[in-house]
């Protein structure tokens, strides 16, 4: 017999839990049981514990029938309070909702397994997009937003996401980060611009291929022609000592990313 | 390489293609192409320098701290002036309109 998946598990546990559980059975459904197990059975324990024509007394609470059935009946949770109310009791936590641990959709009943896995995904690829700007420009927030249910969760982290997305677009297109034109690459030894001739032999190679990494032009813009062999991450934004490659890029957009850099880092 | 106060000035937002470009608090301009040469700044008042044939700049500069420096992206000061007011005007020239080894900045 194959195993039973965990999330169907859950969900029938909290689904028979509910305080209404009993809508979900059947009336008819002794006949599907064998005759004589009827009051054993799970389904009779649901009968027990609500019927529209319960008998009450003055107090409002279950009054016993018989067959043990009832308050005294250990096996039925009463729903009625058996003490009256009084006057500055607290009889609830004073707790917002959706505070702490837990979520909703809003309309008070438990998400379902998809909406959290979708939530628990989406909100890891905001983080790891908002990571990855941070790299380069640690100040940057997403815009703030409120959401309350799940599905505004849901969205809210897929905004933050494309929102993340769009920075690290728009940081590469002003050079801080490979550029929408980025092709191979060499490693760099180090921060330092003492490139050999054979580094700046095959950077001229890749530029003459895929040209400026970042704006893609195939002219430099320098005297000889030589592209400007580029640092990426570029060496002020590397506070984590990462590996760097290098890439060709045009003279204009090595001074846009001068610019840039320079106000990422003040 | 940017120009500004010791204590630091707001960068312009870069423009693709500009080689000069200033803030009242930072003036920011282009080199020689490093893999093509050096540069020589020299910066000093104008009747220290020598202007260069072209003149590229001129403006105003908030120096509140009276000393100017000049820094680049990856080199926190290459060279520092002493000025004597608290807004100092800066004329700058270049050797050349499109790569210029050299490049004269005046301070008053």
Known sequence: ?266 | MFIEDVNGGTPPDPVWGAKILSTPSCISFACFPEQDGPTEITIGSSNEVEPGPLLVFEGDLETPSRKVIISGVEIERVLSVDVAHQTTKVRIWYSHPKWPDKVTISVD
């Open chain 1, 1 to 266: 017999m194959p195993p039973i998946n965990a999330a169907y598990l859950e969900h029938q546990l909290k689904r028979w839990m509910r305080p209404d559980a009993h809508h979900f059975v059947r009336p008819d459904w002794r006949k599907f049981v064998r005759p004589g197990f009827e009051d054993d059975h799970p389904f009779a324990l649901y009968e027990r514990k609500y019927r529209s024509d319960q008998l009450r007394d003055d107090h409002g609470r279950w009054a016993d029938e018989g067959g043990g059935s009832g308050i005294n009946d250990s096996r039925v949770i009463s729903d009625a309070n058996p003490d009256p109310i009084q006057a500055g009791q607290q009889y609830a936590q004073n707790r917002p909702r959706n505070s702490g641990a837990g979520i909703g959709n809003g309309q008070g009943a438990e998400p379902t397994p998809g909406q959290a896995a979708r939530l628990v995904a989406v909100e890891a690829q905001a983080r790891d997009a908002v990571a990855r700007v941070r790299e380069f420009d640690p100040q940057w927030q997403p815009t703030p937003s409120i959401s309350e249910s799940v599905e505004g969760r849901i969205a809210t982290a897929q905004a933050e996401a494309r929102e993340a997305q769009a920075r690290l677009s728009e940081l590469a297109r002003a050079g801080i980060g490979p550029g929408p034109f980025a092709g191979e690459s060499i490693p760099a030894r180090g921060p330092e611009r003492d490139f050999t001739s054979a580094e700046r032999r095959e950077i001229n190679r890749i530029g003459s291929q895929t040209g400026c990494h970042t704006c893609g032009t195939k002219d430099p813009g320098t005297l000889y022609d030589d592209y400007v062999i580029d640092h990426q991450i570029p060496t002020r934004l590397n506070l984590r000592d990462a590996e760097q490659r290098l890439y060709p890029q045009c003279l204009l957009c090595s001074l846009r990313q001068g610019g840039t850099v320079r106000q990422l880092t003040r």
